[in-house]
């Protein structure tokens, strides 16, 4: 309130006061109006480079030349093209596997450390905890060069697990977790815990379903993250055959020359996913980000 | 926001301790048999934590601690092994290469030209969003769509959008009767490019954050200064902007850090290129370590570029600790 506290404000009478409400909520109807149309177009900006994609991505290749919006010959020859050279479906596939898998274990992993973070007394508990803490600190970006000799001394390299395991242990999913479990009633357990229910069935039938907000949060993030990874993947995924949709992407960028609408249907069939996984969880995503600050 | 939260449960840690001194003292049969129930429970608390903890050390720990030794050592790609004690060689070559300080320049360049209109943009879409009464959805999925996808998706869209003569913007530029730059060719204009595309691309997290923020500002302040006849400007100024200050300091922090990991759109739209001239840091440690093969430097290389993004964290942290009393 002391930001209130300005000089040309002053007590006022009943009369007057009505009188400036009337005037401010007009001025403020006419402003708010005003910001509606600014945003708009700043939207419509915003969503042109997609539209415009899209919009090449539906013209055969010799008419990309044309510098008009209008399609005078809309074709799906190019999704057809790269549906049938199969590359793109390989990485589906490969993405699919690595995100779902990615996530599923990081959900797992994280939520059963987290149960124990939150619920259970033992020694080095602290000591866990910042070790996990530091965890958050440390950007994977700079592990490359190590995970890249790591990961070949053991073989891995060019495989599926290569992309997943590093993907599975994400500290803040921890802290996630263990953040909304703190908020879970203590009382929960202890009252499943005279009826002589573990700490697995605690952790399972109530805990866990209790946190469906941070799971669904988790897993969505988790999953985006593992799918839009490019740096990495790129490292350990040579083989054409297992290249992730980012991974393809990028290598093969160029590669089509000037048949621009291959290019963009390239890119289109790569967005299509995760435009699916925002449509239908928008919200989700928002809150996430909203309640945790979680960055990729 | 994350970091506090996370120091507030530290905190608990201590509480937790004297609550369970006092159950071991407790003389009741209920309290004896609350602390078999409720102390020492390092079998399961191990079983909980293994999963994770085991992927954590073998991914995480590990590697940063094998990358730190890694950088002391001249360590090749091709031949297994750390290969030869190098002391601090490896820190000194990369100190002393221009290779190095031009990568982290374009670095901080690319930070600099990005972090100002991405918190000043978003800060003010967030407000105009604020005040438009509907479709709150629409502009959440037009500026928050481009953040979900992948970096090589909207390098594709981009080059395109870039395409010397047959690119959207460069028929918009020529059709408004100016030159038309050479987008992504020119070594000074390129950055430029690179950091317009980036807005456009990350602009929706930022603006997400800044609705959440919103929300927190009480409507009473709005109600009453309406009473007060302040007007929505005066509003802005004095209500929503400066209550919007942490919010504000976490965009800005983990703006700055994002930037300074910025590879992706350099490596696919422009290789680094024109003539190196937008190379990142990381972009640098990819070249030395998987294109040289010399590891060692890599290493020692990702270590300094480690110790930069955790100066910056720090500095937040102080920052933000200072803040906070007043707040």
Same mark, same amino acid.
């Given at each position: 309130?002391?930001?209130?506290?300005?000089?040309?404000?002053?007590?006022?009478?009943?009369?007057?006061?009505?009188h400036?409400?009337?005037?401010a909520?007009?001025?403020t109807?006419?402003?708010?109006?005003?910001?509606t149309?600014?945003?708009?177009?700043?939207?419509?900006?915003?969503l042109?480079?997609?539209?415009?994609?899209?919009?090449?991505?539906?013209?055969?290749?010799?008419?990309?030349?044309?510098?008009?919006?209008?399609?005078?010959?809309?074709?799906?020859?190019?999704?057809?093209?790269?549906?049938?050279q199969?590359?793109?479906?390989?990485?589906y596939?490969?993405?699919?596997?690595?995100?779902?898998?990615?996530?599923?274990?990081t959900?797992?992993?994280?939520?059963?450390?987290?149960?124990?973070l939150?619920?259970?007394?033992?020694r080095?508990?602290?000591?866990?905890?910042w070790?996990?803490?530091?965890?958050?600190?440390v950007?994977?970006?700079?592990?490359?060069?190590?995970?890249?000799?790591?990961?070949?001394?053991?073989?891995?390299?060019?495989?599926?697990?290569?992309?997943?395991?590093?993907?599975?242990?994400?500290?803040?999913?921890?802290?996630?977790?263990?953040?909304?479990?703190?908020?879970?009633?203590k009382?929960?357990?202890?009252?499943?815990?005279?009826?002589?229910?573990?700490?697995?069935?605690?952790?399972?039938?109530?805990?866990?379903?209790?946190?469906?907000?941070?799971?669904?949060?988790?897993t969505?993030?988790?999953?985006?993250?593992?799918?839009?990874?490019?740096?990495w993947?790129?490292?350990?995924?040579?083989?054409?055959?297992?290249?992730t949709?980012?991974?393809?992407?990028?290598?093969?960028?160029?590669?089509?020359?000037?048949?621009?609408?291959d290019?963009?249907?390239?890119?289109?069939?790569?967005?299509?996913?995760?435009?699916?996984?925002?449509?239908?969880f928008?919200?989700?995503?928002?809150?996430?980000i909203?309640?945790?600050?979680?960055?990729? | 926001m994350?970091?506090?939260?996370?120091?507030?449960?530290?905190?608990?840690?201590?509480?937790?301790?004297?609550?369970?001194?006092?159950?071991?003292?407790?003389?009741s049969? &209920?309290?004896?048999?609350?602390e078999?129930? $409720?102390? !020492?429970?390092?079998k399961? /608390?191990?079983?909980? #934590? @293994?999963?994770f903890?085991?992927?954590?050390?073998?991914?995480?720990?590990?590697?940063?601690?094998?990358?730190?030794?890694?950088?002391?050592?001249?360590?090749?790609?091709?031949?297994p092994?750390?290969?030869?004690?190098?002391?601090?060689?490896?820190?000194a070559?990369v100190?002393?290469?221009s290779?190095?300080?031009?990568?982290l320049?374009?670095?901080?360049?690319?930070?600099?030209?990005?972090?100002?209109?991405?918190i000043?943009?978003?800060?003010?879409?967030?407000?105009?969003?604020?005040?438009?009464?509907?479709?709150?959805?629409?502009?959440?999925?037009?500026f928050?769509?481009?953040?979900?996808?992948?970096?090589?998706?909207?390098?594709?869209?981009?080059?395109?959008?870039?395409?010397p003569?047959?690119?959207?913007?460069?028929?918009?530029?020529? &059709?408004?009767?100016?030159?038309?730059?050479? $987008?992504l !060719?020119?070594?000074d204009? /390129?950055?430029?490019? #690179? @950091?317009?595309?980036?807005?456009?691309w990350?602009?929706?997290?930022?603006?997400?954050?800044?609705?959440?923020?919103?929300?927190?500002v009480?409507?009473?302040?709005?109600?009453?200064?309406?009473?007060?006849?302040?007007?929505?400007?005066?509003?802005?100024?004095?209500?929503?902007v400066?209550l919007?200050?942490?919010?504000?300091?976490?965009?800005?922090?983990l703006?700055?850090?994002a930037?300074?990991?910025?590879?992706?759109?350099?490596?696919?739209?422009?290789?680094?290129?024109?003539?190196?001239?937008?190379r990142?840091?990381l972009q640098?440690?990819?070249?030395?370590?998987?294109?040289?093969?010399?590891?060692?430097?890599?290493?020692?290389?990702?270590?300094?570029?480690?110790?930069?993004?955790?100066?910056?964290?720090?500095?937040?942290?102080?920052?933000?600790?200072r803040?906070?009393?007043?707040?």
């Open positions: 309130m002391a930001i209130l506290a300005n000089k040309d404000v002053q007590p006022l009478t009943a009369a007057q006061a009505r400036h409400a009337a005037t909520d007009r001025r109807r006419l402003f708010n109006r005003c910001c149309g600014v945003l708009i177009a700043f939207a419509l900006l915003w042109v480079p997609l539209a415009w994609a899209l919009d090449t991505s539906l013209k055969p290749n010799g008419e990309t030349v044309n510098p008009t919006w209008v399609i005078e010959n809309p074709t799906l020859a190019s999704f057809q093209t790269l549906l049938a199969g590359d793109i479906i390989n990485w596939a490969a993405s699919f596997i690595i995100s779902a898998l990615s996530a599923a274990g959900v797992v992993t994280a939520s059963l450390a987290a149960y124990a939150s619920r259970m007394r033992f080095y508990r602290w000591l866990t905890f070790i996990i803490l530091m965890g958050i600190m950007p994977r970006q700079v592990l490359v060069v190590p995970q890249f000799q790591e990961l070949g001394s053991i073989n891995l390299l060019n495989t599926y697990w290569a992309v997943i395991l590093p993907a599975i242990p994400i500290a803040i999913a921890v802290f996630v977790f263990k953040q909304f479990f703190d908020g879970i009633p009382e929960l357990d202890e009252a499943a815990r005279i009826d002589g229910a573990g700490f697995f069935h605690i952790y399972r039938r109530i805990v866990l379903p209790l946190a469906r907000p941070a799971v669904s949060a988790v969505i993030f988790s999953f985006v993250w593992a799918w839009n990874d490019l740096l993947p790129l490292i350990a995924l040579s083989n054409p055959e297992i290249m949709i980012p991974v393809g992407l990028a290598t093969v960028q160029g590669t089509y020359g000037i048949r621009y609408a290019t963009m249907a390239s890119a289109i069939l790569g967005a299509l996913p995760l435009v699916l996984v925002f449509l239908l928008q919200r989700r995503i928002v809150e996430g909203a309640g945790t600050g979680l960055k990729g | 994350a970091s506090t939260e996370v120091t507030g449960q530290a905190g608990t840690v201590a509480p937790a301790r004297t609550e369970s001194h006092t159950t071991r003292s407790g003389r049969p &209920s309290g004896a048999e609350r078999r129930r $409720w102390s !020492g429970h390092g399961p /608390a191990l079983l909980f #934590l @293994a999963p903890l085991l992927l954590y050390l073998l991914f995480i720990i590990g590697p940063a601690i094998y990358g730190l030794v890694m950088s002391f050592f001249h360590t090749s790609m091709v031949n092994g750390l290969g030869e004690f190098a002391g601090f060689g490896n820190y070559e100190l002393s290469s290779d190095f300080w031009a990568s320049w374009h670095t901080i360049w690319f930070t600099i030209l990005t972090t100002p209109p991405l000043v943009l978003a800060l003010v879409f967030a407000l105009l969003a604020e005040r438009a009464r509907r479709g709150r959805w629409f502009f959440r999925l037009a928050f769509l481009p953040y979900i996808l992948p970096s090589a998706v909207v390098a594709l869209i981009w080059i395109w959008m870039y395409t003569e047959l690119g959207l913007l460069s028929r918009a530029v020529t &059709s408004l009767g100016f030159a038309e730059p050479d $987008w !060719g020119d070594p204009f /390129a950055m430029v490019s #690179l @950091a317009v595309t980036t807005v456009w990350t602009l929706g997290f930022n603006f997400v954050l800044y609705l959440a923020g919103l929300q927190e009480p409507r009473e302040l709005y109600e009453a200064s309406a009473i007060d006849g302040a007007g929505p400007w005066q509003q802005i100024r004095l209500i929503t400066p919007l200050a942490r919010t504000t300091s976490l965009v800005v922090v703006q700055i850090i930037s300074l990991k910025v590879f992706d759109q350099m490596y696919i739209m422009t290789q680094g290129g024109p003539n190196f001239a937008t990142s840091v640098y440690i990819f070249d030395i370590g998987f294109t040289d093969f010399r590891s060692g430097a890599a290493a020692a290389a990702s270590t300094l570029f480690f110790i930069v993004v955790l100066a910056v964290s720090a500095f937040w942290l102080v920052m933000t600790r803040q906070e009393p007043e707040l």
